[in-house]
């Protein structure tokens, strides 16, 4: 705590702000001060976000401004708000940060490159929130606090009061509210602290493109040979897992930046999915959880506090939040050169495609747009088909340009810096969901080290006839018959049918980017046409 600081710049006159603080001081406040807190029996702090655990997309806003307003891709991702809205919204989040006991200021940075970060203040009235965010902003040393200045951005995250949805263009009690000219977001109605971590990167995502620089919702590592790879992939489809190999140094594993020098990471810490956590298949994610780790919505044991990670009774979006010096093998700080591979993830519930392919920088661009994942019917009954997601860029919630923006950065600096994309698919094989299985994650690994390990440079290549990428006959320690998906069906009638659905879901989703995506970027996706010999 210091009383030296104070927030009345922006209105706030609560005298107890606690910046920056240590640890075990965030531990106490939130064991003793906040419900549902309490301590792992491995240390980690175990936390409790209330009625929503998870982002809400729908309840996000940016102000339109003459300033900003051609850059934004405008619609059900980037809803329109009023500036007079958002002040009435922000001046609901001062009123109830004024009459809080006390408040916590994290001041860190986003963007390991000095001459692309953003200096971040948030201000939270929760020590969960605010360990959270040290653990996923880069924390300023005491010299760099000392002489930290005014931020670029602001986060009043006013989240344990609600908006009044009877305030127009609110539709419900939860806002999310960006405005770009005033530098600031606005939080309300939500404690998932997940969105103020996502908040910091859409403001990267509207800025880096101004300056050339591609951001990635994605994860990176860097070999022994200064070969730097990244992972796209949406939630599930092995994004944090595969990052995290022993034989690699691991950059981050959620966001990135790709500029004129290298690849740098935005964050200073890990989000990981908890859900079916165990130390056998994820050691290094396990292995992180500790004291200083923040736990989410997970369900422990209330003797021995033992987290049961297949327990997803308050929600399947558990998840671990720890700084990325947590894991043992890091690139520190996190910036590298520029990625040799490019790797989309995707889990296809449909089983059709192949478990690795290789795409022009067409094919990627065309990929990258689409953001495609298939994910099995969880908890809805009776649902029992493949539910096919196409979020752009694997990250559309996030994106503030028009998806080609992004694309052309990829497709220019795929091109000049001759890196190969390629596809690899972690879902099913054999079959749809409830008929194959699963990709053995011990293959998945296999072909991603093949890739590293320039195995596939010398073997041969069978194009698909439908999507038109590369697929190799052989891979080092994956039985052949596993690289084919068609062979790895019994019945093939039922594959080619199946394939036919999936590539009409493609075309059918890619029609709404095609009047502002470029004509090979449009022609490099599957052919609807098909003539499948059984």
Request: proline fraction near 4%.
């Amino acid at each position: 705590m210091t009383t030296t600081f104070n927030l009345k710049q922006y209105g706030i006159n609560t005298e107890t702000i606690y910046r920056n603080s240590s640890v075990p001081v965030l531990y106490e406040l939130g064991l003793r001060l906040e419900k549902g807190t309490a301590i792992s029996d491995v240390g980690a702090l175990m936390t409790y976000s209330g009625h929503k655990t998870g982002r809400s997309p729908k309840d996000k806003r940016v102000v339109k401004h003459p300033d900003s307003e051609k850059h934004i891709d405008w619609g059900d991702i980037n809803i329109a708000l009023d500036e007079h809205t958002f002040m009435v919204n922000h001046e609901r989040a001062i009123d109830y940060l004024n009459i809080c006991d006390h408040l916590y200021v994290v001041d860190a940075f986003a963007g390991w490159d000095p001459k692309y970060r953003l200096k971040i203040r948030i201000i939270c009235t929760r020590a969960y929130h605010a360990l959270f965010m040290q653990n996923m902003l880069i924390m300023p040393t005491a010299e760099e606090l000392a002489n930290f200045g005014e931020p670029d951005y602001v986060v009043l995250n006013g989240g344990g009061f609600p908006a009044n949805q009877y305030t127009s263009n609110m539709t419900s009690k939860t806002s999310i509210d960006v405005n770009l000219e005033r530098k600031e977001i606005v939080i309300l109605g939500t404690q998932y602290a997940g969105e103020m971590k996502k908040g910091v990167f859409s403001i990267m995502n509207y800025l880096m493109p101004l300056e050339n620089v591609l951001p990635m919702h994605c994860s990176a590592n860097v070999g022994e040979n200064d070969d730097v790879t990244i992972l796209f992939g949406l939630s599930g489809t092995g994004k944090t897992t595969l990052s995290a190999d022993p034989k690699r140094k691991l950059i981050g594993d959620d966001e990135h930046c790709w500029t004129d020098d290298g690849t740098f990471n935005i964050e200073g810490g890990c989000y990981a999915k908890a859900i079916n956590l165990s130390e056998e298949n994820e050691p290094d994610i396990y292995n992180a959880i500790r004291f200083g780790t923040v736990l989410e919505n997970v369900v422990y044991d209330k003797n021995t506090r033992k987290v049961d990670y297949t327990d997803t009774s308050i929600t399947q979006n558990t998840r671990a939040s720890y700084p990325i010096d947590f894991i043992d093998n890091i690139q520190m700080p996190c910036i590298a050169g520029h990625p040799e591979n490019i790797i989309f993830l995707t889990c296809d519930a449909f089983g059709v495609l192949p478990p690795v392919s290789k795409l022009t920088p067409e094919q990627a661009s065309y990929h990258f747009i689409s953001g495609y994942t298939a994910k099995v019917a969880g908890t809805e009954m009776g649902v029992t088909e493949p539910q096919a997601t196409f979020s752009a860029c694997f990250g559309a919630a996030f994106m503030m340009w028009h998806p080609n923006r992004y694309a052309e950065l990829l497709a220019e600096k795929i091109k000049e810096h001759k890196a190969t994309a390629w596809l690899v698919n972690t879902g099913w094989t054999g079959g749809a969901y409830g008929v194959g299985s699963r990709m053995k994650l011990k293959y998945t690994r296999a072909m991603i080290d093949a890739i590293h390990n320039k195995d596939f440079e010398n073997v041969e290549f069978v194009r698909d006839e439908e999507f038109g990428f590369q697929i190799p006959t052989t891979c080092p320690n994956v039985p052949s018959e596993v690289l084919i998906p068609k062979n790895t069906w019994e019945d093939k009638e039922a594959y080619t049918e199946v394939k036919k659905k999936l590539v009409n879901l493609f075309v059918e989703n890619f029609k709404q980017f095609e009047a502002g995506v470029n004509e090979e970027i449009v022609k490099a996706g599957p052919e609807v046409d098909m003539s499948l010999q059984v």
